[in-house]
């Protein structure tokens, strides 16, 4: 019986298929193919039809807001259109425009509105050519106050937007 310990189990997998071949050092085993053996194929029509796409789309993050807002530069968003800054401190900016009172009550109306501030009050007086408007909303805590004033024989109107 000589020999027989030299035989061994071959394996294509992971399982034995139960097939037993002398050891290499007695014969040489038959190279297995493996996918790089194997030649390329062609595609087929189909697959050459259907082509991956990805869309992009926006992604929705989350940005944390602080409970307590720098003054200074959120100040600087209320700010009228075409005004210039007469002086500006943390929580108060004065302007001077030369636009109708009119038309930049209406603007700070509306920016107090689509900026999610409820509204608190909106006075106009106007008296013998004076305009005195004050527009105050609230919002989260905080409070916006807009005060426009143009005497009778001034041409610019004098804003002071406030925050607390």
Do not use: C
């Not at 194997?38 to 929705?60: F, G, H, I």
């Not at 409820?118 to 008296?127: D, E, H, P």
Request: glycine share 4%.
């Amino acid at each position: 019986m000589t020999g027989f310990a030299s035989w061994r189990a071959i394996s294509s997998s992971s399982q034995v298929k139960g097939i037993f071949a002398p050891t290499p050092e007695q014969t040489q085993e038959e190279p297995t193919s493996t996918p790089t053996d194997t030649p390329p194929t062609a595609p087929t029509t189909e697959s050459s039809q259907k082509t991956p796409t990805s869309t992009a789309s926006p992604l929705s993050t989350a940005t944390p807001v602080p409970s307590h807002t720098n003054t200074s530069t959120s100040l600087s968003a209320w700010q009228y259109p075409g005004s210039f800054t007469v002086s500006q401190t943390n929580n108060s900016l004065s302007l001077t425009s030369s636009d109708n009172p009119d038309t930049i009550t209406d603007w700070y109306k509306s920016k107090i509105q689509l900026n999610g501030y409820s509204t608190r009050s909106f006075v106009t007086t106007k008296t013998n050519g004076q305009v005195k408007n004050v527009l105050v909303g609230a919002k989260d805590g905080h409070e916006i106050r807009i005060e426009m004033e143009k005497s009778s024989d001034s041409q610019t109107t004098t804003i002071t937007v406030t925050q607390s």
